[in-house]
């Protein structure tokens, strides 16, 4: 009795195996691509019948190229579907072809769905309710402190944060979801077996323990740039919505709000300084209707999402302790989030060098304000 348990529906397994391995072989086939395996498969009704379809019949397929049809289920291809499982088994990868029940079903409706997922992680963050957050690589102080905190705030209501892994914002938010506890999933333009970037190191390290990593892409592939825009609607397919944290005229965090408002999910945006290149974008977003965000409750309401903790998320909250006096509120009160130099904050209190240095020092030790380098001093965002 113990031996069969061990292999207690075979044919299941084997079944499962089978169709993965007609997947792999049409999505490795050279020059075919998702697009074209979702053609044959269309046309056909599974991949294992595309593999068993003659070559005149594969090209009665529109949209499949003629010097593709012979590489159809050719060595080359086969040997590749081979290895690609060996070493994914090997790094503990898990692919799901687009039929998986284990393939989220939001992204699975999109118009251009992967036909293949790899993940590493745990498969049940994909059934999980998330929310994307993406923004500039350059970003500021300020999109980068509103990125990890509503990311972790959201986390705690029990949203798994979805990111991309890039520098900046996305890395912002994805940590903010891990110190909070929660769950995030970054999605990779590249194989899953390669680290990009490779400041994210640790990151793409922490992240299966938590969440997910995820990409569309065989396993090896390199990070190139016209794998980003299309790594971003699968960032946008998994979630409900999308916030946009700083971008610029032309970020392409911008790509990804437009993908999810043709997806029909919602775009918020957090409006950053009127001056600031960095919210152009963002504030062009709000132009076009996107949700303006304040707090986590701007988005969980709009999203009609019951919040799992409950507690106050104001991302404009001023510290102002009664333990302040009249030099340390005067400050405070002119520092918000962007940071100011100390010639700055002398030349518009008014107050003398010697004042402004013995105040600053006080409320660093308060908690109430940050130094950065080059002795430039913001407010700390504060949850009320």
Not at 252 to 276: C, K, M, N, W, Y
Not at 347 to 374: F, R
Request: hydrophobic share 40%.
């Amino acid at each position: 009795m113990p031996m069969q348990s061990k292999n207690l529906y075979p044919q299941k397994t084997a079944e499962k195996h089978d169709n993965l391995d007609a997947w792999l072989t049409l999505y490795l086939t050279p020059g075919l691509g998702s697009a074209g395996c979702r053609k044959l498969v269309d046309f056909f009704g599974t991949p294992q019948q595309v593999l068993k379809t003659s070559r005149d019949q594969l090209l009665r397929v529109p949209g499949i190229r003629k010097n593709v049809v012979p590489l159809i289920n050719g060595p080359e291809a086969r040997n590749a579907a081979e290895q690609e499982l060996i070493k994914a088994q090997k790094a503990g990868i898990s692919i799901l072809t687009i039929d998986d029940q284990n393939y989220p079903d939001l992204l699975r409706n999109i118009h251009d769905p992967p036909v293949l997922l790899y993940v590493k992680g745990d498969l049940n963050n994909l059934s999980r309710p998330c929310l994307g957050i993406v923004g500039s690589r350059a970003a500021s102080t300020y999109g980068l402190e509103v990125a990890e905190k509503l990311a972790g705030q959201l986390a705690q209501r029990g949203l798994t944060i979805v990111s991309g892994l890039a520098l900046g914002i996305d890395g912002a938010a994805h940590r903010g979801a891990l110190k909070a506890k929660g769950h995030t999933m970054a999605v990779l333009g590249c194989g899953l077996d390669v680290v990009y970037p490779i400041q994210h190191r640790q990151l793409y390290s922490d992240i299966p323990q938590a969440g997910a990593l995820i990409s569309e892409y065989p396993l090896g592939t390199k990070p190139e740039g016209f794998r980003f825009p299309a790594r971003n609607r699968i960032i946008s397919g998994l979630s409900l919505g999308v916030l946009i944290v700083e971008a610029a005229k032309r970020s392409g965090s911008l790509i990804t709000a437009h993908l999810a408002l043709d997806q029909g999910r919602e775009v918020f945006a957090i409006p950053g300084r009127v001056d600031s290149q960095k919210s152009e974008g963002t504030h062009r977003l709000l132009q076009e209707g996107a949700k303006l965000v304040q707090s986590v409750d701007d988005i969980l309401e709009e999203l009609n999402i019951k919040c799992e903790v409950q507690f106050h998320n104001s991302i404009s909250t001023l510290t102002n302790p009664e333990s302040l006096n009249q030099a340390e509120k005067k400050i405070l009160t002119l520092l918000d989030v962007y940071p100011k130099s100390i010639d700055e904050i002398i030349q518009e209190t008014g107050l003398t060098v010697q004042k402004v240095n013995e105040s600053l020092l006080l409320l660093e030790l308060k908690g109430c304000i940050e130094v950065l380098p080059g002795k430039q001093y913001k407010r700390k965002i504060r949850s009320g």
